[in-house]
């Protein structure tokens, strides 16, 4: 029966596995209040303006670049349509998204360079991450992603060899960071905190059958609307219902004409004057998002319904 593992704690050796460069020599872990490099990177990170919709953009276009919904009508990352190679690519794409929103550039050794120090970058949608022999007892910036959750978290640790899993590693010697060394020496950055919203996941099976299935688009958008009424619909909602046809966005705005008679009133925040307008009722449309409202609301916060556009 093999020993239990007992985590090595600060001031204990640590020996990173060889590499094709060679043996790198053995040092003392370091507690992270004491790891000068790693408050660095930390504080550099916590004072980046909007920082958390920095992430959280980031962490969203990765998704949305794997599941192509403009071409597959994919919006779960969880459907059985995705395949786990392409849950796995997640990560990878995540790294490229986070050094430009960060304004960062792609720097060796690792995946970038803070304030002069070399950070590594990984992104997961499973429990742990898979650190590689270069990012042995190195800075690493972790984001985990809960697909089911529909969240993330981002944390901060240097990743010593003596925190990471045992064995041989997977067949290209990566790693993962123990559990308890994650919970005792990880520096927390962001969350858990949601990813921005999808309104396809809050609809019933029967009403997706609808919204994306064979009849016209036109007609289509306007059940989406009906079903979503006062719901924020982001602009990308719009292309993912019409997948593989012809702007579905005109589309979507012949649809506001049949929506008034329905008494909704469909706001798009492509235009100032019905973003500010939306914003008086509480609605956010960043983004050029749209919305459709019923006319009481309209009568309620003693607003005059605009044109149609």
Same mark, same amino acid.
Request: proline residues 3%; hydrophobic residues 45%; charged residues 30%.
């Given at each position: 029966m093999p020993a239990k593992f007992v985590l090595p704690l600060p001031g204990a050796l640590c020996q990173p596995d060889s590499r094709r460069a060679g043996t790198p020599d053995p040092h003392l872990l370091l507690d992270p209040a004491d790891d000068k490099e790693l408050q660095l990177v930390h504080g550099w990170l916590l004072q980046q303006p909007q920082l958390a919709a920095k992430f959280q953009g980031a962490v969203d276009d990765a998704i949305r670049y794997v599941l192509e919904g403009e071409r597959t009508r994919r919006f779960d990352l969880m459907d059985s349509a995705v395949d786990s190679d392409e849950r796995a690519s997640v990560g990878t794409k995540l790294q490229y998204r986070l050094i430009e929103r960060l304004g960062l550039t792609k720097e060796p050794p690792l995946d970038t360079n803070i304030l002069g120090i070399a950070v590594e970058i990984k992104g997961t949608v499973r429990k742990t991450w898979?650190?590689?022999?270069?990012?042995?007892c190195e800075i690493t910036l972790m984001v985990r992603?809960?697909?089911?959750?529909?969240?993330? *978290?981002?944390? %901060?640790?240097?990743?010593?060899?003596?925190? !990471?899993? @045992?064995?041989?590693?997977?067949?290209?010697l990566k790693r993962s960071p123990r559990k308890p060394a994650e919970n005792l020496f990880a520096l927390r950055v962001l969350g858990p905190m949601l990813l921005p919203p999808e309104p396809l996941r809050t609809l019933s099976a029967d009403q997706l059958n609808v919204v994306l299935g064979r009849g016209g688009l036109r007609r289509r958008l306007v059940e989406l609307f009906q079903c979503?009424?006062?719901?924020?619909?982001?602009?990308?909602?719009?292309?993912?219902?019409?997948?593989?046809?012809?702007?579905?966005?005109?589309?979507?705005?012949?649809?506001?004409?049949?929506?008034?008679?329905?008494?909704?009133?469909?706001?798009?925040?492509?235009?100032?004057? *019905?973003?500010? %307008?939306?914003?008086?009722?509480?609605?956010? !449309?960043? @983004?050029?998002?749209?919305?459709?409202?019923?006319?009481?609301?309209?009568?309620?916060?003693?607003?005059?319904?605009?044109?149609?556009r």
């Open positions: 898979m650190i590689p022999r270069e990012g042995q992603i809960d697909a089911s959750k529909h969240e993330f *978290e981002v944390l %901060l640790m240097r990743t010593h060899r003596a925190w !990471l899993t @045992g064995g041989k590693g997977n067949r290209d979503l009424t006062e719901v924020v619909i982001p602009r990308v909602t719009i292309t993912i219902v019409g997948a593989g046809l012809g702007d579905p966005l005109k589309r979507a705005r012949e649809a506001k004409a049949d929506l008034r008679a329905l008494d909704l009133i469909v706001l798009v925040g492509t235009w100032t004057d *019905e973003r500010e %307008l939306a914003g008086k009722m509480g609605f956010d !449309l960043s @983004g050029e998002a749209w919305v459709a409202i019923h006319r009481d609301t309209f009568l309620e916060h003693d607003l005059e319904i605009p044109q149609l």
